[in-house]
């Protein structure tokens, strides 16, 4: 009988370490200057996730959650504007009280966009077609808020200081800032006592749908048609290309000097890069503890 409350005993142990190791815990920093400023972060951003090419970082103050993401791989690029990247964000951390935040709205594909687009791409000067996207991309959609925003469409530019910008910088890399005012799902402001609770944050990129032709069809290599692969220029995005600059996946928290980038705590266990169909999603999760002041 004591052995077998030893073993119960120790199986649990195992069960709360390896709970721990698959969801990264990550300390986020104090927001000092004005999130709304095109370039107040520091190069690099402060993690990377490998599974789905994302740099990214989270920031808080006593009102609000920031959360800033660049990318400059092709395909990463081409399904976060037309399938959408989902972020969301769970108080408690074990699921049960989510809000989620997806932007950009998936573009219908029922009339072969996706060609289309890359066709007139070809056309276009890149920072015209960039912000042609742009000024089409005016809204987001909301899970979980409270009242009355519950769950709803609102635009990028609303009463409740949900603040979501989409542009690109000056080396072609995507920047996608994201302000979420703590009162719209937890409380007005952050006490000290927040300080020990782990928040679950998850980032998804949203897989493409997959086409019915054949000829339109892919292997898990990470190549698209029009795309040249997961480094090449993309056809609709006017030659965008290049891979994360400098970026290497790390596996395990190994702090933040020398300017490397923690654990990605991604979709591959042991953190090591690996190639995903443009057709499935890319999800990665993690836990956040907020810093204070």
Known sequence: MRNIFYYIILTSVFCILFSNCSTPLYLSSWQQSDFSKENHFKEPLRYYNAGSRLEYNITNDKKNLFICIKTNNSQTLYKIMHAGLQIDIDTFGNNKNKIGILYPLPVDDSQNQFQSERKAGDEQDRKAFRSQFILKHIEMYLTGFKPPIGDNTLP?????????????????TLVYKLAIPFRTFYKDSLMVSDSSRKFGVSFTVNALPRPESDEANTDNSGGMPGMGGSHGGMGGMGGMGGGMRGMNSMNGMNGMGGGGHPASGGSSSNGEQHKVSPYESSTFKLKVKFAQR
């Not at 990028?156 to 072609?172: A, H, P, R």
């Open 156 to 172: 990028l530019k609303n009463k409740y200081g949900i603040f979501v910008s989409f542009d690109w910088d000056s080396t072609n």
